[in-house]
């Protein structure tokens, strides 16, 4: 249940953002700092305008000056609304960054597709290495074969886990690397 502070939180938010032109002009804020002429030319709005949402948007600290005239999205209110609305505030609920990238990239044992960001596919290579044993050597064809398993692209998945240093290669044969204690 939803405690006052994180209800006047989220109400503070929403009546700021809450009007298509100011979720226009935070969505261009979000890219990058733009000035009040800019702002004006890409929302299609007047510039009496765009002042009168950023001025609402200031006052939920959701956008903060630059230079004058000039605005950029305040990433830091933003994290503290999100801290101060969504925290459950009990660590034993909180999901690690393995088990939402699992969640969102497999299905069971199969690797659906790799993420763009590098600390997720760093988990989901980690991952992937699990299914090698430690100080065992594997011929390639093992090793495509296991792979095979997870993902149809075998090929690549090695590459990768030879790349960031989970599979050791040398005249084709393989072994799981073991980190640095």
Do not use: C
């Amino acid at each position: 249940m939803m405690k006052n502070k994180q209800i006047e939180t989220l109400l503070t938010f929403l009546q700021a953002a809450g009007q298509r032109e100011r979720l226009h002009i935070l969505g261009i804020l979000a890219e990058e700092a733009t000035s009040v002429p800019q702002l004006a030319k890409r929302t299609g709005l007047k510039e009496t305008a765009v002042l009168k949402h950023i001025g609402r948007l200031q006052k939920a600290a959701l956008i903060q000056t630059t230079a004058p005239l000039t605005y950029q999205l305040n990433d830091k209110a933003l994290n503290q609304i999100n801290q101060t609305v969504f925290h459950r505030g009990d660590s034993q609920n909180k999901e690690t960054l393995r088990q939402r990238v699992l969640r969102h990239y497999t299905n069971g044992p199969h690797l659906m597709r790799l993420p763009d960001n590098k600390n997720e596919l760093m988990e989901i290579l980690s991952w992937l290495a699990e299914l090698f044993q430690p100080k065992t050597t594997y011929p390639e064809r093992i090793v495509n074969t296991i792979i095979h398993q997870a993902h149809p692209d075998h090929a690549q998945m090695r590459r990768l886990l030879v790349d960031y240093g989970f599979l050791s290669r040398s005249r084709g044969i393989y072994q799981k690397v073991e980190p640095a204690k």
